[in-house]
């Protein structure tokens, strides 16, 4: 007989064969009743049951005062003890069940876990710390890796090392507030299965709820607006050097074209310099050259290479058509299996770029203005760095999903600080390495750094294929996300239907196909999405959230108005100075 009433031994007597007593055959099974076999109807064959919890008391009781007693099974004890309980509480407030299940706008933690393989949990599914912190880090090394050493140009190479280290130390104190939100709470789900939303509806109702999810999904937006960016880059480039190794005399690899460097390092001409001049002459001309054609009869040039194949015209409609259908599945479980492979190209960048760091050496030059090697400590377009980084360090709205499966909770700051030294010190190592091994002028460091490679260069090109596989298998996961937050709020469900999701995921390819037509500047995407819903969910929304509990608890001080004030007000400024540098 097992605690609390949890779970009853099947009867034995024949004359009580129709009381409603449970049957648990063992803890892998459904737990069914007499009654409801008797009524198969009354459940949908795949709805859901909860699964028995068993906990005998006695048992446990008699391991703790055993001689080998230790601080951990005391742990496991008190957490089997209020399992039991919670369990308890369920059974009598939703018999069988069905009802009080958790919430579908909880995003599943399998979605951001870089072993989503059963093999690497254990029974009941949780994981060690060595998991979760390669989560969290893995989360957090996304497509701004390829802009850092062009955000450190911006800031200057001292000044941009010591903003990385700050806003690193700002976004791990707000990313811990966020994860102790739920704490205390009376939510309306466990607040094991919450989600910083519901923490947000719980102090200002259903608006402080549509503000969290609005901002988080701008972030996720944001992602696939870079992605399509990147994406259809990295497309081009390696259709391009397809096209040209097929050509009839070509025996090698095209080699990179407007090489003037050593190093393969080349300076490619952009204007990103312009803040918004996305209608840019080489794009105008472009457009202009294939209206005169048609209006002269030269359909002819309709069909050539050039004109099927542009970087700022029909490569990012491929991608769509491409990548459209595997927006729209149900279920994403597939493309969870590939999450391993965003460690797998984080570290060929941390190789590839220490690797060209080793042929050109540093050339730093931090005396002589004039020279093509000098290196400015300080730079007054810092906030292209600040602003970068915000997205970088940004894992918010993410965090308590992550952290669900954690096999000891209380490591939560522990693991949440160490991955949060680990990107900080990738971003540090990628920036600062490329930027310091750059032969030539540092403004001609590109937002996307392999941009500063020819289609040539033997390990740029790597990079792009293995990051374009790559990138295709997450897309499906961010698209995921999108709907997930935004059918929820609006329809109540993650999968209203298939028309309402490829209508949602049509609208957000057409945005991202736009931009990379358009505007397909990866560091002035990255920060100004990042200092918006930086502003939001870094900054402002953990701080007040802490506060209010401040408040509640009669805690409150003015030191703690001030100091979490000043940080409201650093995301403020940083979004204000997007528009002035």
Known sequence: ????????????????????????????????????????????????????????????????HSSNQDSASIADFHRDHNMAIRYRLFNRLDPGGTTLMMPDHVIPPMLFSILPFDDFKDQEGKQGSIVTIFSIWNTMMGTSLLAMPWALYQAGLGLGILLMLLMALVAFYTAYRVVESPQGLTLGVNSATADFSDVCRYFWGKPGEYVAIFFSVIVLIGGVIVYWVLMSNFLFYTGNIVYE???????????????????????????????????????????????????????????????????????????????????????????????????????????????????????????????????????????????????????????????????????????????????????????????????????????????????????????????????????????????AQLSCLFTGDVYPGLGWVCVLNLGIVSIAVFFAIIYPYVGSILRYVGSLSGLIYIFSLPCIVHLRRLQIQGRLTKVQIVLHGAIILLGVLNLISQFIV
């Open 1 to 64: 007989m097992t605690s609390y009433g949890a779970i009853q031994d099947p009867p034995t007597d024949q004359n009580n064969q129709d009381d409603d007593f449970p049957i648990a055959r063992s803890v892998d099974h459904l737990l069914v009743t007499t009654q409801q076999r008797r009524t198969p109807s009354f459940l949908l064959p795949d709805q859901p049951r909860r699964r028995p919890y068993v906990f005998d008391r006695h048992a446990s009781q008699v391991s703790l």
């Open 245 to 483: 190794s097929l050509q009839p005399n070509s025996t090698t690899l095209p080699i990179m074209a407007n090489k003037t460097f050593t190093c393969d390092v080349y300076c490619p001409m952009t204007l990103e310099s312009q803040p918004f001049g996305y209608l840019d002459n080489q794009w105008h001309d472009e457009v202009t050259g294939l209206l005169q054609d048609t209006s002269d009869g030269k359909n002819s040039s309709w069909f050539s290479y050039d004109n099927l194949w542009k970087l700022r015209g029909t490569v990012p409609v491929y991608l769509a058509i491409l990548t459209f259908p595997l927006m729209n599945f149900k279920s994403p479980t597939f493309f969870t299996k590939f999450n391993v492979l965003g460690t797998v190209s984080v570290m060929y960048l941390l190789i590839f770029t220490f690797s060209k760091a080793l042929e050109c050496g540093f050339n730093l030059n931090f005396t002589d203005i004039h020279s093509p090697n000098y290196a400015a400590l300080y730079n007054f377009k810092f906030p292209a760095l600040t602003g970068t980084l915000a997205l970088s360090y940004f894992i918010h709205n993410a965090i308590l999903t992550i952290l669900r499966n954690q096999k000891y909770p209380e490591n939560n700051t522990r693991d949440l600080s160490i991955g949060y030294i680990l990107s900080a010190v990738c971003y540090i190592f990628i920036g600062f390495m490329f930027y310091a091994a750059f032969p030539t002028y540092r403004s001609c460091i590109a937002d996307n750094f392999l941009n500063n490679f020819g289609s040539g260069d033997v390990m740029s090109a790597a990079a792009r294929v293995f990051l374009l596989f790559q990138m295709i298998t997450v897309l499906p996961l961010l698209m995921y996300l999108i709907r």
